[in-house]
Protein backbone atom coordinates (compact mmCIF):
# COMPACT_ATOMS: atom_id res chain seq x y z
CA UNK A 1 0.00 0.00 0.00
CA UNK A 2 1.26 3.45 -0.72
CA UNK A 3 2.63 5.68 2.19
CA UNK A 4 1.67 9.33 1.53
CA UNK A 5 4.44 11.62 3.55
CA UNK A 6 1.44 12.43 5.84
CA UNK A 7 1.18 8.93 6.91
CA UNK A 8 4.85 8.89 7.46
CA UNK A 9 5.02 11.52 9.26
CA UNK A 10 2.46 10.00 11.59
CA UNK A 11 3.18 7.00 12.28
CA UNK A 12 7.02 8.77 12.81
CA UNK A 13 5.02 10.85 15.61
CA UNK A 14 4.03 8.36 17.20
CA UNK A 15 6.90 5.90 17.29
CA UNK A 16 8.58 8.70 18.95
CA UNK A 17 6.10 9.84 21.77
CA UNK A 18 5.43 5.58 22.59
CA UNK A 19 9.38 5.28 23.08
CA UNK A 20 9.27 8.70 25.34
CA UNK A 21 6.64 6.90 27.16
CA UNK A 22 7.95 3.79 27.51
CA UNK A 23 10.98 5.63 28.89
CA UNK A 24 9.16 7.82 31.57
CA UNK A 25 5.52 6.26 31.49
CA UNK A 26 4.12 7.72 34.57
CA UNK A 27 6.45 11.04 34.81
CA UNK A 28 4.49 12.67 32.14
CA UNK A 29 1.24 11.38 33.10
CA UNK A 30 1.77 13.08 36.20
CA UNK A 31 3.15 16.52 34.68
CA UNK A 32 0.25 16.62 32.86
CA UNK A 33 -2.40 15.84 35.26
CA UNK A 34 -0.90 18.70 37.71
CA UNK A 35 -1.80 20.72 34.79
CA UNK A 36 -4.83 19.68 34.15
CA UNK A 37 -5.77 19.36 37.84
CA UNK A 38 -5.11 23.44 37.96
CA UNK A 39 -7.76 23.78 35.20
CA UNK A 40 -10.53 21.67 37.10
CA UNK A 41 -9.38 23.08 40.23
CA UNK A 42 -10.49 26.54 39.03
CA UNK A 43 -13.88 25.68 38.56
CA UNK A 44 -14.90 25.37 42.30
CA UNK A 45 -11.73 26.89 44.28
CA UNK A 46 -13.52 30.65 43.89
CA UNK A 47 -16.83 29.37 45.03
CA UNK A 48 -16.17 29.88 49.14
CA UNK A 49 -13.85 32.70 48.41
CA UNK A 50 -16.60 34.52 46.75
CA UNK A 51 -17.76 36.58 50.03
CA UNK A 52 -14.71 38.17 50.37
CA UNK A 53 -14.24 39.16 46.51
CA UNK A 54 -17.62 41.01 46.29
CA UNK A 55 -16.40 42.71 49.70
CA UNK A 56 -13.05 43.55 48.86
CA UNK A 57 -13.67 44.72 45.14
CA UNK A 58 -17.00 46.36 45.36
CA UNK A 59 -19.08 43.98 43.18
CA UNK A 60 -23.15 44.22 42.89
CA UNK A 61 -24.78 41.38 43.96
CA UNK A 62 -26.21 40.30 40.63
CA UNK A 63 -22.66 40.13 39.23
CA UNK A 64 -20.76 38.26 41.32
CA UNK A 65 -21.71 34.95 39.65
CA UNK A 66 -19.35 36.02 36.41
CA UNK A 67 -16.69 35.12 38.65
CA UNK A 68 -17.41 31.68 37.97
CA UNK A 69 -19.14 31.98 35.07
CA UNK A 70 -16.79 33.74 32.63
CA UNK A 71 -14.33 31.15 33.63
CA UNK A 72 -16.68 28.53 32.46
CA UNK A 73 -18.47 30.11 29.77
CA UNK A 74 -14.77 30.80 27.48
CA UNK A 75 -13.09 27.18 28.62
CA UNK A 76 -16.21 25.47 27.60
CA UNK A 77 -16.43 27.66 24.57
CA UNK A 78 -13.55 27.64 23.38
CA UNK A 79 -12.36 23.75 23.78
CA UNK A 80 -13.38 22.38 20.28
CA UNK A 81 -10.92 25.00 18.67
CA UNK A 82 -8.70 24.02 21.49
CA UNK A 83 -8.70 20.09 20.24
CA UNK A 84 -8.54 21.29 16.68
CA UNK A 85 -5.68 23.37 17.35
CA UNK A 86 -3.37 20.48 19.20
CA UNK A 87 -4.08 18.45 15.90
CA UNK A 88 -3.09 20.77 13.24
CA UNK A 89 -0.50 22.90 14.90
CA UNK A 90 1.50 20.21 17.27
CA UNK A 91 -0.04 19.41 20.59
CA UNK A 92 3.13 20.31 22.95
CA UNK A 93 3.40 23.85 20.96
CA UNK A 94 -0.34 24.11 21.69
CA UNK A 95 0.13 22.52 25.56
CA UNK A 96 2.71 24.85 26.61
CA UNK A 97 1.11 28.31 24.96
CA UNK A 98 -2.01 27.47 27.36
CA UNK A 99 -0.24 26.72 29.90
CA UNK A 100 1.67 30.32 29.74
CA UNK A 101 -1.82 32.12 29.27
CA UNK A 102 -3.23 30.45 31.97
CA UNK A 103 -0.70 31.39 34.57
CA UNK A 104 0.02 34.86 33.19
CA UNK A 105 -3.86 35.14 33.59
CA UNK A 106 -3.94 33.48 37.22
CA UNK A 107 -1.39 36.06 37.76
CA UNK A 108 -3.57 38.98 36.94
CA UNK A 109 -6.58 38.08 38.58
CA UNK A 110 -5.24 37.48 41.84
CA UNK A 111 -3.83 41.40 41.28
CA UNK A 112 -7.09 42.87 40.37
CA UNK A 113 -8.04 45.93 41.33
CA UNK A 114 -11.24 45.53 40.32
CA UNK A 115 -14.70 44.01 38.94
CA UNK A 116 -13.78 44.59 35.40
CA UNK A 117 -10.56 43.31 35.64
CA UNK A 118 -11.20 40.50 37.60
CA UNK A 119 -13.63 39.17 34.96
CA UNK A 120 -11.13 40.14 32.24
CA UNK A 121 -8.51 37.98 33.29
CA UNK A 122 -10.75 35.08 34.61
CA UNK A 123 -12.03 34.83 30.60
CA UNK A 124 -8.07 34.84 29.93
CA UNK A 125 -7.73 31.99 32.02
CA UNK A 126 -10.46 30.32 30.24
CA UNK A 127 -8.32 30.57 26.59
CA UNK A 128 -5.31 29.08 28.03
CA UNK A 129 -7.56 26.24 29.56
CA UNK A 130 -9.18 25.56 27.01
CA UNK A 131 -5.86 25.01 24.71
CA UNK A 132 -3.89 23.33 27.36
CA UNK A 133 -6.81 20.24 28.75
CA UNK A 134 -7.50 19.24 25.22
CA UNK A 135 -3.79 19.05 23.98
CA UNK A 136 -2.64 17.28 27.02
CA UNK A 137 -5.49 14.37 27.03
CA UNK A 138 -4.44 14.25 23.48
CA UNK A 139 -0.66 14.03 24.02
CA UNK A 140 -1.79 11.17 26.77
CA UNK A 141 -3.91 9.42 24.17
CA UNK A 142 -1.41 9.57 21.84
CA UNK A 143 1.65 8.36 24.11
CA UNK A 144 0.37 5.58 25.60
CA UNK A 145 -1.39 2.07 24.19
CA UNK A 146 -3.09 -1.24 25.80
CA UNK A 147 -3.30 -1.28 29.51
CA UNK A 148 -0.85 1.83 30.14
CA UNK A 149 -3.48 3.57 28.13
CA UNK A 150 -6.57 2.32 30.24
CA UNK A 151 -4.78 3.32 33.39
CA UNK A 152 -3.70 6.71 32.29
CA UNK A 153 -7.23 7.38 31.09
CA UNK A 154 -8.67 6.54 34.26
CA UNK A 155 -6.23 8.81 36.64
CA UNK A 156 -7.21 11.20 34.04
CA UNK A 157 -11.24 10.28 34.49
CA UNK A 158 -10.19 10.99 38.37
CA UNK A 159 -8.85 13.99 38.30
CA UNK A 160 -12.12 15.63 36.53
CA UNK A 161 -13.97 14.61 39.31
CA UNK A 162 -11.37 15.06 42.12
CA UNK A 163 -10.45 18.74 40.92
CA UNK A 164 -13.65 20.02 41.66
CA UNK A 165 -14.38 18.55 44.94
CA UNK A 166 -10.88 19.50 46.14
CA UNK A 167 -11.07 23.18 44.63
CA UNK A 168 -13.89 23.52 47.95
CA UNK A 169 -11.26 22.83 50.08
CA UNK A 170 -8.55 24.41 48.80
CA UNK A 171 -10.60 27.11 48.14
CA UNK A 172 -11.77 27.14 52.14
CA UNK A 173 -8.30 26.42 53.24
CA UNK A 174 -6.62 29.82 51.22
CA UNK A 175 -9.30 32.15 51.78
CA UNK A 176 -9.60 31.71 55.99
CA UNK A 177 -5.43 31.20 56.36
CA UNK A 178 -4.36 33.22 53.47
CA UNK A 179 -6.35 35.85 51.86
CA UNK A 180 -8.82 34.84 48.55
CA UNK A 181 -5.83 36.29 46.17
CA UNK A 182 -4.07 33.23 46.81
CA UNK A 183 -6.87 30.73 45.17
CA UNK A 184 -5.32 32.49 41.81
CA UNK A 185 -1.76 32.95 42.81
CA UNK A 186 -1.50 29.61 43.86
CA UNK A 187 -1.26 28.52 39.79
CA UNK A 188 1.97 30.60 39.14
CA UNK A 189 4.23 28.71 40.83
CA UNK A 190 2.89 25.67 39.90
CA UNK A 191 2.59 26.43 35.91
CA UNK A 192 6.31 27.66 36.07
CA UNK A 193 7.31 24.41 37.21
CA UNK A 194 5.59 22.37 34.90
CA UNK A 195 6.23 24.15 31.73
CA UNK A 196 9.86 23.95 32.56
CA UNK A 197 9.35 20.32 32.86
CA UNK A 198 7.21 20.09 29.85
CA UNK A 199 9.72 21.31 27.87
CA UNK A 200 12.08 18.44 28.84
CA UNK A 201 9.40 15.56 29.28
CA UNK A 202 7.00 15.89 26.77
CA UNK A 203 7.74 14.34 23.80
CA UNK A 204 8.43 16.83 20.69
CA UNK A 205 6.39 14.96 18.38
CA UNK A 206 6.19 17.11 14.72
CA UNK A 207 3.73 19.43 14.45
CA UNK A 208 0.27 18.49 12.92
CA UNK A 209 -0.07 18.73 8.82
CA UNK A 210 -1.90 21.87 8.78
CA UNK A 211 -1.83 25.52 9.86
CA UNK A 212 -3.55 28.30 11.46
CA UNK A 213 -5.71 29.24 8.50
CA UNK A 214 -7.54 26.02 8.38
CA UNK A 215 -9.02 26.31 11.88
CA UNK A 216 -12.54 26.82 11.38
CA UNK A 217 -13.19 30.03 13.38
CA UNK A 218 -16.44 30.98 11.54
CA UNK A 219 -17.85 27.65 13.42
CA UNK A 220 -15.57 28.64 16.26
CA UNK A 221 -17.60 31.65 16.79
CA UNK A 222 -21.18 30.22 16.22
CA UNK A 223 -20.72 27.51 18.68
CA UNK A 224 -18.86 29.70 21.78
CA UNK A 225 -21.72 32.71 21.35
CA UNK A 226 -24.31 30.25 21.41
CA UNK A 227 -22.93 28.06 24.26
CA UNK A 228 -22.57 31.58 25.90
CA UNK A 229 -26.50 32.56 25.27
CA UNK A 230 -27.65 29.35 26.12
CA UNK A 231 -25.67 29.17 29.80
CA UNK A 232 -26.63 32.81 30.11
CA UNK A 233 -30.02 32.05 29.59
CA UNK A 234 -30.55 29.59 32.25
CA UNK A 235 -28.60 31.43 34.89
CA UNK A 236 -31.21 34.13 34.39
CA UNK A 237 -34.13 32.05 34.83
CA UNK A 238 -33.79 32.24 38.85
CA UNK A 239 -34.43 35.99 38.52
CA UNK A 240 -36.94 36.29 35.56
CA UNK A 241 -38.31 32.51 35.17
CA UNK A 242 -38.20 29.57 32.63
CA UNK A 243 -41.45 31.63 30.58
CA UNK A 244 -40.34 35.34 30.46
CA UNK A 245 -39.93 37.03 27.11
CA UNK A 246 -36.21 37.39 28.03
CA UNK A 247 -35.38 33.73 28.75
CA UNK A 248 -36.97 32.85 25.67
CA UNK A 249 -35.56 34.94 23.63
CA UNK A 250 -32.25 34.29 24.18
CA UNK A 251 -33.16 30.38 23.98
CA UNK A 252 -34.43 30.95 20.04
CA UNK A 253 -31.00 33.41 19.81
CA UNK A 254 -28.92 30.72 21.10
CA UNK A 255 -30.90 27.78 19.17
CA UNK A 256 -30.62 29.61 16.34
CA UNK A 257 -27.04 30.07 16.50
CA UNK A 258 -25.97 26.50 17.00
CA UNK A 259 -27.87 25.47 14.39
CA UNK A 260 -26.08 27.75 12.25
CA UNK A 261 -22.95 26.06 13.85
CA UNK A 262 -24.53 22.97 12.51
CA UNK A 263 -24.64 23.92 9.09
CA UNK A 264 -21.17 26.03 8.76
CA UNK A 265 -19.60 21.99 10.16
CA UNK A 266 -21.38 20.43 6.98
CA UNK A 267 -20.24 22.62 4.47
CA UNK A 268 -16.73 23.49 5.93
CA UNK A 269 -13.40 22.11 4.25
CA UNK A 270 -12.20 21.69 7.38
CA UNK A 271 -14.71 21.42 10.03
CA UNK A 272 -13.95 22.05 13.71
CA UNK A 273 -16.45 18.62 14.33
CA UNK A 274 -16.29 16.54 11.27
CA UNK A 275 -20.12 15.01 10.77
CA UNK A 276 -18.58 11.48 11.50
CA UNK A 277 -17.41 11.99 14.70
CA UNK A 278 -20.81 11.95 15.43
CA UNK A 279 -21.20 8.80 14.43
CA UNK A 280 -18.60 7.14 16.85
CA UNK A 281 -21.06 5.66 19.46
CA UNK A 282 -18.36 5.30 22.14
CA UNK A 283 -17.61 9.38 22.05
CA UNK A 284 -21.24 11.08 21.96
CA UNK A 285 -22.64 9.01 24.32
CA UNK A 286 -19.61 9.42 26.75
CA UNK A 287 -19.67 13.07 26.39
CA UNK A 288 -23.37 13.20 26.97
CA UNK A 289 -22.80 11.36 30.47
CA UNK A 290 -20.05 13.92 31.07
CA UNK A 291 -22.27 16.69 30.50
CA UNK A 292 -24.52 15.49 32.88
CA UNK A 293 -22.26 14.06 35.54
CA UNK A 294 -19.95 16.99 35.58
CA UNK A 295 -23.32 19.07 36.25
CA UNK A 296 -24.41 16.94 38.89
CA UNK A 297 -20.70 16.50 40.86
CA UNK A 298 -20.32 20.89 40.75
CA UNK A 299 -23.74 21.63 41.58
CA UNK A 300 -23.44 19.43 44.81
CA UNK A 301 -20.67 21.52 45.97
CA UNK A 302 -23.06 24.76 44.86
CA UNK A 303 -26.27 23.55 46.63
CA UNK A 304 -24.36 21.92 49.67
CA UNK A 305 -21.94 24.81 50.25
CA UNK A 306 -25.22 27.42 50.45
CA UNK A 307 -26.75 24.70 52.20
CA UNK A 308 -23.85 24.68 55.06
CA UNK A 309 -23.09 27.61 55.62
CA UNK A 310 -26.78 29.88 55.10
CA UNK A 311 -28.81 27.00 56.91
CA UNK A 312 -26.54 25.38 58.97
CA UNK A 313 -23.94 28.16 59.36
CA UNK A 314 -20.34 26.71 58.83
CA UNK A 315 -17.42 29.04 57.96
CA UNK A 316 -15.87 28.68 54.73
CA UNK A 317 -13.01 26.63 56.22
CA UNK A 318 -15.60 24.11 57.52
CA UNK A 319 -17.42 23.68 54.66
CA UNK A 320 -14.23 22.76 52.76
CA UNK A 321 -13.31 20.05 55.26
CA UNK A 322 -17.05 18.83 55.11
CA UNK A 323 -16.03 18.38 51.00
CA UNK A 324 -13.15 15.81 52.00
CA UNK A 325 -14.75 12.63 52.65
CA UNK A 326 -16.17 13.28 49.23
CA UNK A 327 -12.90 13.59 47.77
CA UNK A 328 -11.38 10.57 49.57
CA UNK A 329 -14.14 8.15 48.28
CA UNK A 330 -13.71 9.73 44.66
CA UNK A 331 -10.17 8.54 44.37
CA UNK A 332 -11.13 5.36 46.68
CA UNK A 333 -13.95 4.56 43.37
CA UNK A 334 -11.39 6.03 40.65
CA UNK A 335 -8.85 3.31 41.77
CA UNK A 336 -11.53 0.38 41.97
CA UNK A 337 -13.09 1.91 38.35
CA UNK A 338 -10.29 0.39 35.96
CA UNK A 339 -10.68 -3.29 37.82
CA UNK A 340 -14.73 -3.32 37.31
CA UNK A 341 -14.28 -1.89 33.84
CA UNK A 342 -12.21 -5.09 32.77
CA UNK A 343 -14.81 -7.35 34.89
CA UNK A 344 -18.02 -5.97 33.90
CA UNK A 345 -17.87 -3.53 30.97
CA UNK A 346 -18.15 0.21 30.77
CA UNK A 347 -22.35 -0.01 30.81
CA UNK A 348 -22.79 -1.71 33.66
CA UNK A 349 -20.44 0.45 35.31
CA UNK A 350 -21.45 3.60 34.37
CA UNK A 351 -24.89 2.73 35.06
CA UNK A 352 -24.29 1.70 38.16
CA UNK A 353 -22.05 4.72 39.46
CA UNK A 354 -25.46 6.69 38.19
CA UNK A 355 -27.50 4.72 40.60
CA UNK A 356 -25.23 5.39 43.39
CA UNK A 357 -25.46 9.22 43.11
CA UNK A 358 -29.43 8.89 42.82
CA UNK A 359 -29.53 7.15 45.84
CA UNK A 360 -27.13 9.75 47.77
CA UNK A 361 -29.93 12.29 46.22
CA UNK A 362 -32.56 10.68 47.85
CA UNK A 363 -31.23 10.59 51.18
CA UNK A 364 -30.03 13.98 50.90
CA UNK A 365 -33.12 15.54 50.32
CA UNK A 366 -34.40 14.51 53.35
CA UNK A 367 -32.43 16.18 55.55
CA UNK A 368 -33.83 18.68 57.72
CA UNK A 369 -33.15 22.38 58.53
CA UNK A 370 -31.09 21.58 61.70
CA UNK A 371 -29.48 18.64 59.95
CA UNK A 372 -26.48 16.65 61.34
CA UNK A 373 -23.81 15.94 59.15
CA UNK A 374 -22.67 12.40 59.78
CA UNK A 375 -26.13 11.15 60.24
CA UNK A 376 -27.97 13.40 57.56
CA UNK A 377 -25.45 14.49 54.96
CA UNK A 378 -22.28 12.25 55.27
CA UNK A 379 -23.94 8.88 54.02
CA UNK A 380 -25.19 10.96 50.59
CA UNK A 381 -21.77 12.67 49.98
CA UNK A 382 -20.18 9.29 50.03
CA UNK A 383 -22.77 7.37 47.50
CA UNK A 384 -22.86 10.63 45.42
CA UNK A 385 -18.53 10.53 45.66
CA UNK A 386 -18.43 7.07 45.11
CA UNK A 387 -20.69 7.12 41.99
CA UNK A 388 -19.15 10.36 40.34
CA UNK A 389 -15.58 8.48 40.90
CA UNK A 390 -16.67 5.26 38.83
CA UNK A 391 -18.64 7.30 36.42
CA UNK A 392 -16.24 9.87 35.76
CA UNK A 393 -13.11 6.83 35.46
CA UNK A 394 -15.52 4.74 32.65
CA UNK A 395 -16.70 7.35 30.44
CA UNK A 396 -13.03 8.74 30.43
CA UNK A 397 -11.51 5.51 29.13
CA UNK A 398 -14.66 4.97 26.69
CA UNK A 399 -14.76 7.76 25.02
CA UNK A 400 -11.08 7.14 23.38
CA UNK A 401 -12.04 2.94 22.39
CA UNK A 402 -12.74 4.28 19.38
CA UNK A 403 -10.28 7.11 18.25
CA UNK A 404 -7.41 7.09 16.27
CA UNK A 405 -4.89 9.51 16.79
CA UNK A 406 -5.48 12.14 14.31
CA UNK A 407 -8.63 12.59 15.91
CA UNK A 408 -7.76 12.44 19.48
CA UNK A 409 -7.36 15.99 20.21
CA UNK A 410 -10.79 17.33 18.69
CA UNK A 411 -12.64 13.75 20.83
CA UNK A 412 -10.47 14.84 23.88
CA UNK A 413 -11.82 18.87 23.58
CA UNK A 414 -15.45 17.17 22.77
CA UNK A 415 -14.66 15.46 26.31
CA UNK A 416 -13.30 18.71 27.97
CA UNK A 417 -15.95 21.17 26.57
CA UNK A 418 -18.83 18.42 28.10
CA UNK A 419 -17.31 18.68 31.27
CA UNK A 420 -16.57 21.99 31.59
CA UNK A 421 -20.01 23.07 29.99
CA UNK A 422 -21.68 20.53 32.37
CA UNK A 423 -20.75 22.34 35.48
CA UNK A 424 -22.47 25.93 33.93
CA UNK A 425 -25.79 23.80 33.41
CA UNK A 426 -25.15 22.06 36.93
CA UNK A 427 -24.95 25.45 39.11
CA UNK A 428 -27.69 27.27 36.96
CA UNK A 429 -30.23 24.09 36.95
CA UNK A 430 -29.38 23.76 40.57
CA UNK A 431 -29.67 27.21 41.31
CA UNK A 432 -32.96 27.59 39.62
CA UNK A 433 -34.39 25.24 41.41
CA UNK A 434 -33.49 25.87 44.83
CA UNK A 435 -33.42 29.68 44.92
CA UNK A 436 -37.00 29.80 43.38
CA UNK A 437 -38.00 28.31 46.58
CA UNK A 438 -39.17 31.34 49.43
CA UNK A 439 -36.49 29.86 51.71
CA UNK A 440 -33.64 28.31 50.51
CA UNK A 441 -33.54 25.45 53.48
CA UNK A 442 -37.21 24.32 51.50
CA UNK A 443 -35.55 24.83 48.35
CA UNK A 444 -32.55 22.42 49.15
CA UNK A 445 -34.50 19.39 49.62
CA UNK A 446 -36.13 20.20 45.90
CA UNK A 447 -32.71 20.55 44.57
CA UNK A 448 -31.58 17.03 45.78
CA UNK A 449 -34.40 15.43 44.60
CA UNK A 450 -33.51 17.36 41.32
CA UNK A 451 -30.56 15.77 41.16
CA UNK A 452 -31.37 12.38 41.96
CA UNK A 453 -33.65 12.75 39.03
CA UNK A 454 -30.74 14.35 36.50
CA UNK A 455 -28.70 11.05 37.77
CA UNK A 456 -31.68 8.39 37.30
CA UNK A 457 -32.60 9.97 33.40
CA UNK A 458 -28.90 9.44 32.54
CA UNK A 459 -28.83 5.74 34.40
CA UNK A 460 -31.34 5.04 31.85
CA UNK A 461 -29.48 6.74 28.67
CA UNK A 462 -26.58 5.20 29.70
CA UNK A 463 -28.45 1.88 29.77
CA UNK A 464 -29.02 2.33 26.06
CA UNK A 465 -26.41 4.26 24.77
CA UNK A 466 -23.14 3.53 26.38
CA UNK A 467 -21.35 0.25 24.71
CA UNK A 468 -20.19 -2.86 26.61
CA UNK A 469 -16.63 -2.31 26.17
CA UNK A 470 -14.09 -3.81 28.39
CA UNK A 471 -10.39 -2.50 28.17
CA UNK A 472 -8.05 -5.42 27.60
CA UNK A 473 -5.89 -5.98 30.99
CA UNK A 474 -1.96 -5.26 30.99
CA UNK A 475 -1.97 -9.86 30.70
CA UNK A 476 -3.94 -9.66 27.71
CA UNK A 477 -2.43 -6.68 26.09
CA UNK A 478 1.06 -8.83 26.19
CA UNK A 479 -0.70 -12.06 24.72
CA UNK A 480 -1.63 -9.60 21.54
Request: aromatic share 6%; hydrophobic share 55%; charged share 10%.
Amino acid sequence: MHETPETRRDRSSRAHSSTAADRQPWTILILLAVAQFMVILDITVVNVALPSIGRELGFAAGDLQWVVTTYVLFTGGLLLLGGRMADLLGRRPVFLAGLTIFTAASLASGLAPTPGALIASRAAQGLGAAMLSPAALSIITTSYGGAQRTTALSAWGAIGAGGAAAGVLLGGILTTWLSWEWIFFVNVPIGLVTAILAVRLVPAARAGAGSIRELDLPGAVSVISGLVLLVYAIEGTTSHGWGSARTLALLAAAGGLLTAFAAIERHATRPLVPTATWQVRSLVSSAAVMLGATGILVGTFFLNSLYLQNVLGASALETGLAFLPLVVVIGIAAHAGPHLLTRLGARRVVVGGLALIASGYVLLSGAPTDADYAADLLPGFLLIGFGVGLTFVSISVTAMSEIDDERAGLASGLMTTAHELGGAFGVSIFSAVALGASEFADGYGDGALAGGLIAATLAVIAAVTVPTFRPATAQQAAVH
